[in-house]
Each structure stands twice: as structure tokens, then as C-alpha cells.
T-cell receptor, first 115, second 115 residues
């Protein structure tokens, strides 16, 4: 069975600084997708960034980028120039590229950005 | 607005009771996923429907059931409710294009409180 592990329950960072959230996953399959979702205090689930496992190039979305290490089964999220609005719970998620599967989430990392 | 509509937003009920949560996916989306998020926990996958048929099953209790109707809306039925069933229940649709998965779009959730 596939698992997703986020080893940092809480992190804090100052505005304008850079922070990296860690995620590891376990699978014996080769084709899959990885995602980072943000859940602010409103509890809405917001997609931050996605990565296709067959692509070696790391995904970037504005201030958000990932470090995807397929051999190490690691998928970390880097937030640059942190903003107060980045304060949220961040979830790493994994899904096999197969029908009949669903997104599996890690337990999340609570990120606090302070001024 | 994600386009995925969940009702009601809040529900308070007593132990032993039965409730129904409703989800309407985005127009044209055939898939519906149900997730449970207990306090300060990650999202646990419950069940998936695709075009009216059950496609995948996760950690769904026998007291819980779901269905997807011809108009593609879905209902999650929770019966013999216990205090531990208090949680945020999310519905989601998968976003795909040209065979690639771009993520899930989530509704705003139903907050269930069992007293």
C-alpha cells in the first residue's frame, strides 16, 4: 500500500524568508502524481503545485517550487518570499496513475508566517 | 468558487442518528470522491464514484454508505452516529485533461458535529 509521510508537524518562518516542507512517500509503482495542497483557516483545500513522476524537471508555480527526488521518494515544497497569507496547513498527496485509485494525503504540516 | 457544491455547510446531530451529506460535482465531471478530515488530521479517503458506479473504496465504515445519482450528484449517508464521527467531510472531483491528472477540486466541506 502507498503511504505519504510528512515529518514536520509544525513550522514557522518570518515574512520574506524561505521555508521548505518535507514529504516522503512509499510506492513500488513507477507512474504516479504528487501534489501539495494548502488548507488555510477557512478549511478550503487549495491546490498549490503538482508533479508528474515521469518528469524529472521540478515543478514551479510562482513562489512555490518542489524538489522531486524519485529514487529517494522525496517531494519537498519550497516557499520563497513567504507571506502572511501563506499561513496554513500544507498537505502532501500521492496518487497512482491508475483507474480505481484515489489521492492519499499525509498528515500535514502547519506553517505559521509571522511579521 | 471551486464549482463543487456541498450541502449543508454545518450539521449538528445527536449520537445514534443518521444524516445525509450532499455533493454536486462541477458541471461535466463524472467523478466524486468523499474524504473525512477529523480534528487536526489529514484527509482520509472514504469512497469514489464514477458515472454512477463505485470505483474505489477506502477506509469507509460499514455504518457509512454513498451513492451517485444519474444527475451525477452524490450523497454520503452516515448512520448510528458516534461522537468520533465528528469531522469535516469533503467531496472532490478529479480534474483531467488529455489523459493527465491535474488534481482534485474540493468542495468547501460539511462540518458534522455529533453531540
Amino acid at each position: 500500500a502507498q503511504t505519504v509521510t510528512q515529518s514536520q508537524p509544525e513550522m514557522s518562518v518570518q515574512e520574506a524568508e524561505t521555508v521548505t516542507l518535507s514529504c516522503t512517500y512509499d510506492t513500488s509503482e513507477n507512474n504516479y502524481y504528487l501534489f501539495w495542497y494548502k488548507q488555510p483557516p477557512s478549511r478550503q483545500m487549495i491546490l498549490v503545485i503538482r508533479q508528474e513522476a515521469y518528469k524529472q524537471q521540478n515543478a514551479t508555480e510562482n513562489r512555490f517550487s518542489v524538489n522531486f527526488q524519485k529514487a529517494a521518494k522525496s517531494f519537498s515544497l519550497k516557499i520563497s518570499d513567504s507571506q502572511l497569507g501563506d499561513t496554513a496547513m500544507y498537505f502532501c498527496a500521492f496518487i497512482l496513475d491508475q483507474a480505481g485509485t484515489a489521492l492519499i494525503f499525509g498528515k500535514g504540516t502547519t506553517l505559521s508566517v509571522s511579521s | 468558487d471551486s464549482g463543487v457544491t456541498q450541502t449543508p455547510k454545518h450539521l449538528i446531530t445527536a449520537t445514534g442518528q443518521r444524516v445525509t451529506l450532499r455533493c454536486s460535482p462541477r458541471s461535466g465531471d463524472l467523478s466524486v470522491y468523499w474524504y473525512q478530515q477529523s480534528l487536526d488530521q489529514g484527509l482520509q479517503f472514504l469512497i469514489q464514484y464514477y458515472n454512477g458506479e463505485e470505483r474505489a473504496k477506502g477506509n469507509i465504515l460499514e455504518r457509512f454508505s454513498a451513492q451517485q445519482f444519474p444527475d451525477l450528484h452524490s450523497e454520503l449517508n452516515l448512520s448510528s452516529l458516534e461522537l468520533g464521527d465528528s469531522a469535516l467531510y469533503f467531496c472532490a472531483s478529479s480534474v483531467t485533461e488529455d489523459g493527465l491528472l491535474y488534481g482534485y477540486t474540493f468542495g468547501s466541506g460539511t462540518r458534522l458535529t455529533v453531540v
